[in-house]
């Protein structure tokens, strides 16, 4: 058989021509800046861009829908990350935005969110998605108490971080998932409930919660590992899990979270004789484990039962008595123990 060396050589080195000729060029990031802004052109569609910091000094921020003729999509991981910002606008044109967004701007009391953006919404300063399902920002300067509404069903990733002055966070029984880092470094948090409608605490969710002493849960354990509530950054004791009789999961869960998980077992004693009117007050014990706090709870009606927090109460040596100075005032009421 006749041999074509040449030939062949050629046939390869136009095939590897072919080839290289239809090799992708490298697609490069472009960046740009205006308006106080850095930002980073999209790759899939070069109109748009991604704010990718700040550089601005001031401190209330309403963020452009179009920089340099591009429109702003959306805000990166960080963008404003330890800034001084006290409140911020999120326009229209946003569809997106990234991790710790605005984590660690400490002086942060409101976000609002343009009323014609499809995919978020502002409800007193406080960051949802636009069904208001998922909790996404909370403003980290805002100290005290919040409700969270009825019919979120998730507490999204880092949604409370760094709110070192939040007290109490009262949980719908909507949500069913707490996301990662979602209470992390809430110092002056004592204690919280969780609704039985919770399945999982996702990892840090109450990381370096350094006043977290008692978690209290109304359903059966929910999923969680040993990263939720201990940090090994700080030195302090870790929280305690108080559960309720005739819920589930409570051995697997002390393992996995490394907490001790503990009965929460109170009862109005209504066969002694501190029971009912003593010293023209109505009155009753209240047993327990020692050391336990209770909110004592009363309503004028079982048949639609509205509760009103009286008083929490600590149960030294195991036990407490309470008495009801206002009792005269009402025609009946009835008395519950929960959780403070």
């Known amino acids: 058989m006749p041999q074509y060396p040449i030939r062949m050589k050629g046939i ?122 998922t909790l996404l920002q909370y403003p980290m300067a805002v100290g005290g108490s919040y409700t969270i509404p009825g019919g979120v069903t998730s507490i999204g990733e880092w949604a409370f971080s760094d709110c070192f002055s939040l007290t109490n966070v009262s949980i719908p029984s909507t949500v069913t998932s707490i996301g990662n880092k979602a209470f992390s470094n809430c110092a002056s948090l004592a204690s919280i409930t969780i609704p039985g409608s919770v399945s999982s605490i996702e990892s840090s969710a109450f990381y370096a919660c350094s006043s977290l002493t008692a978690v209290y849960f109304n359903g059966n354990a929910p999923s969680a590992d040993s990263t939720v509530f201990v940090s090994t950054d700080f030195n302090y004791d870790p929280a305690t899990a108080y559960y309720l009789a005739g819920t589930t999961g409570w051995d697997d869960f002390s393992a996995d979270t490394d907490i001790p998980a503990v009965l929460w077992n109170p009862l109005i004693q209504t066969d002694d004789r501190s029971f009912g009117v003593v010293s023209n007050q109505y009155g009753f014990n209240i047993t327990g484990t020692t050391n336990f706090t209770v909110l004592v709870e009363a309503c004028t009606n079982l048949a639609c039962p509205v509760w009103t927090p009286l008083t929490n109460v600590t149960l030294t040596n195991g036990s407490f008595y309470f008495s009801d100075p206002q009792w005269t005032n009402y025609s009946g009421r009835f008395y519950g123990l929960g959780f403070p």
Request: proline share 3%; with cysteine.
């Open 12 to 133: 390869i080195l136009a095939l590897s021509g072919l080839l290289l000729m239809g090799a992708p060029a490298a697609v490069q990031a472009q960046s740009g800046s205006g308006s106080n802004f850095n930002y980073s052109i999209n790759p899939g569609n070069t109109n748009t861009i991604t704010i990718t910091k700040y550089t601005g000094t001031s401190t209330f921020v309403a963020i452009p829908t179009n920089i340099n003729n591009l429109t702003v999509t959306s805000i990166g991981d960080r963008a404003f990350y330890f800034n001084g910002l006290t409140s911020v606008t999120i326009p229209g044109s946003v569809t997106n935005i990234g991790e710790e967004a605005f984590g660690s701007c400490l002086l942060l009391t409101a976000i609002s969110a343009d009323a014609n953006n499809s995919c978020f919404m502002s409800v007193n300063g406080v960051l949802f998605d636009k069904s208001e399902s």
